[in-house]
């Protein structure tokens, strides 16, 4: 009886820990100012595009457009190598142990494929500002178009393989794996002209990354994204494989899943659609 007492409390522990965690990946433009005022050594990315970085940004803001991180070749959305992804970062004064707080041009998409890329990496204390410019504001959060000028850092990565899938794993993916297509439903059934579609991997459910924001692109809050993930049978005991044309709107879900909901075992298929294209993998419609 003893035991199970103490097994009942250690799991209560562990769920308090874990929401603990997690309700600290997002962070308020007024708790950011607060933070910002206090330790000078947070470094801040933008994950923007050059051009939107160019017209506006954070005062001390790095950019880090997402698809800076990617390979050059013919499947478009890999990521390069851990060792040249440590030495970009390294370049742009971010190290593995940095303070960092990623944001975008408001969508998310970019900051939360970034997050999930310096995760990969092994970054130790990454978060993610949401851009509201209504909130920025009253914040008094300096903004200028001036380019950040930074001292190159060392990254020493630990790749966490725990969050990325390859091929082999989607193609075993059944019983209590679950794989999602996060894509449109056109691009899912095969009917999306732009981009073109020749439908989805086997066995895939879809459930569109929109649906785990609101349309500020705000990331929902954790009852309304329990509920909705647990609709579509999503749960907290399975493993779930996200995907979709390059692993860029995953990023979305990954951070709904896995830091918000805290689900333990939560993976991007980095080569996502295509790559599995490529490969000469069938698709079904």
């Known amino acids: 009886m003893k035991k199970i007492k103490v097994s009942m409390i ?51 803001a790095v950019n880090v ?4 991180l990617h390979q050059e070749g013919d499947v478009e959305g890999l990521i390069l190598s851990p060792e040249n992804l440590a030495a970009y970062f390294g370049g742009k004064g971010v190290s593995n142990t940095s303070k960092i707080v990623i944001y975008d041009n408001g969508t998310n998409k970019a900051a939360s494929r970034v997050y999930w890329i310096l995760d990969y990496l092994g970054a130790e204390n990454i978060r993610i500002l949401h851009k509201d410019m209504a909130q920025w504001k009253a914040a008094r959060l300096p903004l200028t178009r001036n380019k950040t000028t930074v001292k190159a850092s060392t990254f020493t990565p630990n790749v966490n393989s725990s969050i990325i899938a390859q091929a082999s794993d989607v193609k075993a993916c059944s019983g209590s794996c679950i794989l999602v297509d996060v894509r449109h439903i056109s691009e899912f059934d095969g009917t999306s002209e732009k981009p073109v579609s020749d439908g989805h991997i086997k066995g895939a459910i879809n459930v569109e990354y929109k649906e785990f924001v609101n349309d500020k692109g705000a990331f929902k809050s954790k009852d309304q994204l329990t509920a909705l993930a647990e609709k579509h049978g999503i749960t907290a005991d399975k493993t779930i494989i996200l995907y979709c044309a390059t692993s860029v709107r995953s990023g979305i879900v990954f951070v709904a899943l896995k830091e918000i909901l805290g689900y333990p075992n939560v993976k991007v298929y980095d080569g996502a659609y295509n790559e599995w294209k490529a490969a000469g993998n069938s698709l079904v419609k």
Request: glycine share 2%; charged share 25%; no cysteine.
């Open 10 to 60: 250690l799991a209560v522990m562990f769920l308090f820990i874990t929401q603990l965690l997690t309700a600290q990946v997002l962070i308020s433009a007024k708790e950011f100012t607060a933070e910002k005022k206090k330790d000078k050594t947070m470094v801040v990315i933008d994950a923007s595009a050059a051009d939107d970085y160019a017209k506006s940004h954070v005062m001390g």
């Open 65 to 68: 457009p997402h698809k800076a």
